[in-house]
Structures are given as C-alpha cells and as structure tokens.
C-alpha cells in the first residue's frame, strides 16, 4: 500500500507567516509620511478676503418732554339781569309804546319767492317733449380750415314754456362746442307732462359737423 508523503514549507521561505509583518510595517510608514507631509505643509492660505467692518456709532439725543396745551376757558355763563342800584335812575320809566295801524296799505311789498318747479327724469314723463323749432349749427370757420368733423352731444333743460333754460356738454370738441351750445339755446319746444302737467326734464340733443 503506498504511503503519502508529507511536504513541509520551509518557515524561513513561508510568505503568509511574513504578511502581518509587512503590513505593520507599511502602516508605520504612511503614518510617519503623513505626519512629515502634515507638518510641511501646515500653513494654509485662501485667496477670500474678509469685509472690513464698519464702525457703527450710535449717537443717544434726549428729547424734551412734550408740553400739554391748556384748554380754552370755558364760554361764560349768561348773566342774570339784576335790578339796577343806580339812584338817578326813576322808578317809574317805561319803554314807549308804539301804535301801528293795520288798516293803511302798505306801498311797497316784497315780491313773493318763487317756487323752484321741480325736475322730473326723463323716463317719468307720460308725454316726452317735441321738437318744435330745430336750429342747425354753424360751422365754425377754423374748424372747416383745420378739416376738423365730429359730433356734440349736449344736455339741455327743457322748461314748462319750452325754452332751454340750461345746457351742459357731454361729449364735444372745442372748436365745435361753442357754435352747437348757440344753436341748442335758440330751440323751441313742446314741454313734457307728467300727469297732464307740464314739467321740467333734462334730455340730449347731438349735433353732427361734416365737410361735404
């Protein structure tokens, strides 16, 4: 039967018994490697600036109390009249009586005020007032020069005897404002009714300015 022969390493040859060694040993020496490149190189610059600080002064102000303003007085009392201690005055002085007599006319009256008449909207009126005299604007000289065209509305008040008695501009240009506020003036109307009344009432008229 044959036997096996047994093979032994030398330990003297044997790497695995030499790994702990060589790497105690090169752990020692990166750490002395470290510590040297440490202590080269220590001093550390940056290229950031730091700002300069800015000396803030705090300045302290006393500030004067402030002064309460007095209330006025109050208003005085109505004074009692008294009996006067002045001898030279006689006791039996009496105010003059003074006879007015009702039965003589009088010239001179002062006129009666005259009631406001009221005005009533325009979508209040059983009868709308009507046109009786239409007066067509002139066209201003300097706006036919400036070929200037356009429309102005107004906004006249219609009175109980059909008369514009005011006008107001809604929509104008100036050089065309004044020639139709002339014209709108001298319109003639039938007055509104409100309840078989004539009534005062605002409405609108428009006039047209274009060149031929």
């Known amino acids: ?22 790497f105690e040993a090169s752990m020692v020496i ?4 470290m510590i040297a490149l440490f ?3 220590k001093k550390f610059e940056s290229g950031a600036k730091l700002e ?7 300045e302290v102000q006393q500030i004067p109390p402030t002064k309460q303003l007095q209330k006025p007085p109050p208003p005085a009392r109505p004074k ?10 006689p006791e039996d002085l009496t105010i003059e009586e003074t006879e007015v007599d009702f039965t003589q006319p009088i010239d001179e009256l ?16 059983s009868e709308k007032p009507e046109v009786i005299k239409r007066v067509q604007a002139e066209y201003p000289e300097l706006a036919k020069k400036a070929g200037i065209e356009g429309t102005v509305v107004l906004k006249v008040l219609v009175n109980t005897k059909g008369d514009v008695e005011k006008v107001e ?3 104008s240009h100036p050089l065309l404002e004044e020639a139709a506020i002339k014209a709108a003036k001298q319109f003639k109307f039938k007055p509104g009714k409100q309840r078989d009344k ?15």
Do not use: C, G, H
Request: proline share 12%; charged share 30%; aromatic share 16%.
């Open 198 to 212: 004539f009534v005062k009432v605002w409405m609108s008229i428009p006039f047209t300015f274009k060149l031929k």
């Open 1 to 22: 039967m044959a036997r096996k022969a047994l093979i032994y390493k030398n330990p003297e040859v044997d790497l695995k018994l030499r790994y702990p060694k060589w």
């Open 110 to 125: 002062p006129p009666p005020p005259e009631e406001e008449e009221p005005i009533v909207p325009f979508y209040a009126l």
């Open 80 to 89: 009692i009249p008294i009996e006067s201690e002045d001898e030279d005055i």
């Open 30 to 33: 990166t750490l002395i490697f």
């Open 52 to 58: 300069k600080t800015v000396d803030v002064q705090i």
């Open 39 to 41: 202590f080269a190189f």
């Open 169 to 171: 501009v809604l929509k």
